[in-house]
């Protein structure tokens, strides 16, 4: 049946192929559209949730326990060695043109502008974005989510709301720890290893760093927990298909986590400048 | 109490349910059975609002679930409960949590009044003593058991069941179906079960409706069920390999080798 209609078209000039082409892209396309409209309806949905009776207190903690505090190792051993890294490097980069005294500058501009929140989204995001898919998808297939539905709690504000909050503030707590602990690796390998003078260090750290600097890098990591919790809970809540579904959705949540910071990252940027 | 005229679903290519008629009076215990996949879990999750129908209605008390707006259908919600196939336990809270989570969510008990109300609900489906325990902790006829005391911890006036005896032993199969019948007797509930265990059915059902082919092919009490003269009904229930259903299941393959 099927083969008698292509070869009608085949007749007529067309190519079956290209037809086939064009319709899987009219799939993807009608997909994504769908995927998106999906999306804005949960976190609508969730960001209302957010301020709406009932507040969930404990649940709310709970998850800020989960994304922030328990992000704080990870956060602080990244953030340090990013630091120290930093100003070894733009030591043996400066030194070329006696410019050693702008390392203090350079780690305290390129912490807080950039690698600080950046860094902590990205790892945050590995860590909690995809625990939150792998839980939530994990609740969809074996119909928790249904069950909270039956309980009559509506389960987008019972375990989204909480997550989305969590992710927009805590980002940006960790991005000023990771901030810190930055600025004190980079003093600690020009001063402790490369023997610069700790007093210039410090006062060239702070000289040129503006409140601009700090703030619009936690702008940025409010961003990036946003975008974490809401693709991390997004995958989770309609993941399907069992176990291979929530490995799915863990995968997909942390990639499409990733790509998203990368992008609004750049765009956040030219926004600030 | 319960009312569903003409309700359609399609998955995709598939029709699910092609105008289910059924209607469930109060205090009545109705089974549902049918074969593995023939849209009877799609039928119960239309009755709670987890799906919605392509076409049709659905009647709780006289209030259209499709047309009443989010909000009500939560509040409407709350008149059931509902056993799912796998109990579906929250895992991330003890079994006292599990059971207490709807008295937490909707009510202004005390946490001494809700931990009485758990500790009461559990000695019902005789499980006294194990709310600190995690539903990992125990056995697969015990969370069916915990299913149930969440279920009934509101006390809630219609009662659903998705398969409970599908994955349990015969002895604790015929022990859920005492506490059915006994929940049915206690607190007059209205129920819908659904099935393919016909022990279960006959003895849990004040009438057995059968589903084939996404609609109801026959409705009546256990007896007349067992006296039918439909030979689709009678191989379902005497469970033979031989006859309309499974014939009909390979002309649809031969039709299928044909076609495609």
Known sequence: ?273 | MIKLIEVHKIFGSNQVLRGVNLHIHRGESMVVIGQSGCGKSVLLKHVIGLLRPDKGQVFIDGQDLLSCSEKKLYEIRKKFGMLFQGAALFDSMTVGGNVGFGLREHTLFSQEEIKKRVQEKLKILGLSGIEGLKPNEISGGMKKRVGLARAIAMEPEILLYDEPTTGLDPIMADVINDLIVRLKGTFQVTSLTITHDMKSAYKIADRIAMLYDGRIIEIGTPDEIQKTKNLIVQQFITGSARGPITEREEMNGIKNEIVG
């Open chain 1, 1 to 273: 049946m099927v083969w008698i209609e292509e070869e009608k078209f085949y007749a007529k000039g067309y190519n079956p192929g290209m037809r086939r082409i064009l319709s899987e892209i009219g799939k993807r396309f009608s997909h994504f559209i769908e995927e998106t409209g999906k999306l804005s309806i949960i976190l609508i949905q969730a960001i209302k949730g957010i301020f709406q009776p009932p507040l969930r207190l404990q649940e709310n903690l709970r998850q800020m326990e989960e994304v922030g505090a328990n992000s704080l190792p990870v956060t602080i051993i990244t953030g340090a060695f990013t630091g120290m890294v930093l100003a070894l490097q733009s030591f043996v980069a400066f030194k070329r043109f006696n410019a050693e005294s702008l390392v203090g500058t350079v780690v305290a501009l390129s912490i807080t502008r950039e690698l600080g929140p950046v860094l902590t989204g990205l790892v945050v995001g590995a860590r909690a974005g995809s625990s939150m898919a792998a839980e939530l998808g994990t609740m969809r297939v074996t119909e928790q989510i249904d069950a909270l539905s039956t309980l009559a709690v509506n389960p987008i504000e019972y375990l989204i709301s909480p997550r989305l909050l969590a992710g927009f503030i805590m980002l940006p707590l960790l991005t000023i720890l990771a901030d810190m602990v930055g600025i004190i690796g980079g003093w600690f390998v020009s001063v402790c290893i490369l023997g610069a003078n700790s007093v210039v260090y410090i006062r060239r750290t702070f000289d040129l760093l503006e409140y601009q600097d700090i703030y619009s890098g936690l702008v940025k990591a409010a961003v990036f927990g946003f975008i974490i919790s809401g693709v991390g809970c997004y995958e989770g809540f309609y993941a399907e298909g069992g176990a291979e579904g929530v490995g799915k959705a863990t995968t997909g949540a942390v990639v499409k986590a990733y790509i998203l910071i990368i992008i609004s990252n750049y765009i956040l940027t030219a926004l600030f400048f």
